[in-house]
C-alpha cells in the first residue's frame, strides 16, 4: 500500500497549457523531492523541500515551480507546458534523523504535443 | 562530494544464472548505500541498505550486496535470477545529511 501518492498517473497535454503535479504523503515526513526522469532512466533532482514553506532548486535547472503550504503535500506546477517537458516526474519524501532511504511514488508520466 | 558508479547500463542474464550488478561509490564520510529497483510505470522502490552494522545486507527478492570499504564497492547480486527481476536498478549513497545521490541506473534483462 503507497504511502506516497502521485496525480495522474499519465497525462497528455497540449503546448501552452498550465499543469500542476501532485504529490502527497501520509507519513508525515519533513523531507520532500521532486525527480525528473529521462528515457535513458537516469534521475535528476529538480527541487526539494525540507519543510513548510522551505523549498529549493535541485541540480537539474527546471522550468517548474514547487509550493510546500502543507507538510503532506508538495505540488510541482509548470506555467506553460512545452514538449521538452515531456518526461516521468517522480516525488519522494523522507524523514530527518533517520537513514530509511526514499520513499517514492509511483511517478507521472508527463506528455506535451 | 559523493558519487556513485554503476557499471553497464544494460546486464544480460539467463533466468536461474548468477546476477551481479556493480556499483562504486565515492564518499569522503562513511556512506550510507542503497539500492532501488523500479519495474516498468513505476516509482523506486528500496531493495536494501548499508547503514555501517553488517556489511553483508540482505534485502527483498532474495537480493544481497556486501559492502567492502577497501574496494569502495556495494555490488548486487542474487544467486539465481528470475524472469520477475527484470526492471531497472539503482545506486544510490548518502552523505549522512540525508541527501541521496543516485547513479545512472543498470536496466538487467532476463533472459528465458
Known amino acids: 500500500e503507497a504511502d506516497i501518492y502521485q496525480t495522474p498517473r499519465y497525462l497528455v497535454i497540449g503546448t501552452g497549457k498550465k499543469i500542476t503535479l501532485e504529490c502527497s504523503q501520509t507519513m508525515g515526513h519533513d523531507k520532500m523531492y521532486w525527480y525528473q526522469q529521462d528515457p535513458g532512466m537516469e534521475l535528476h533532482l529538480i527541487h526539494y523541500s525540507y519543510g513548510v514553506n522551505s523549498t529549493e532548486k535541485g541540480d537539474l535547472s527546471s522550468e517548474s515551480t514547487v509550493s510546500r503550504i502543507r507538510t503532506e503535500h508538495f505540488p510541482l506546477t509548470l506555467e506553460s507546458a512545452r514538449p521538452s517537458h515531456t518526461s516521468q516526474y517522480l516525488c519522494?519524501?523522507?524523514?530527518?534523523?533517520?537513514?530509511?532511504?526514499?520513499?517514492f511514488g509511483s511517478g507521472t508520466r508527463l506528455t506535451v504535443v | 562530494a559523493q558519487s556513485v558508479t554503476q557499471l553497464g547500463s544494460h546486464v544480460s542474464v539467463s533466468e536461474g544464472a548468477l546476477v551481479l550488478l556493480r556499483c562504486n561509490y565515492s564518499?569522503?564520510?562513511?556512506?550510507?548505500l542503497f539500492w532501488y529497483v523500479q519495474y516498468p510505470n513505476q516509482g523506486l522502490q528500496l531493495l536494501l541498505k548499508y547503514t555501517s552494522a553488517a556489511t553483508l545486507v540482505k534485502g527483498i527478492n532474495g537480493f544481497e550486496a556486501e559492502f567492502k570499504k577497501s574496494e569502495t564497492s556495494f555490488h548486487l547480486t542474487k544467486p539465481s535470477a528470475h524472469m520477475s527481476d527484470a526492471a531497472e536498478y539503482f545506486c544510490a549513497v548518502s552523505d549522512r545529511n540525508d541527501k541521496i545521490i543516485f547513479g545512472k541506473g543498470t536496466r538487467l534483462h532476463i533472459l528465458p
Open positions: 564518499s569522503s564520510v562513511p556512506p550510507y
Open positions: 519522494a519524501s523522507s524523514t530527518s534523523g533517520e537513514i530509511y532511504g526514499y520513499t
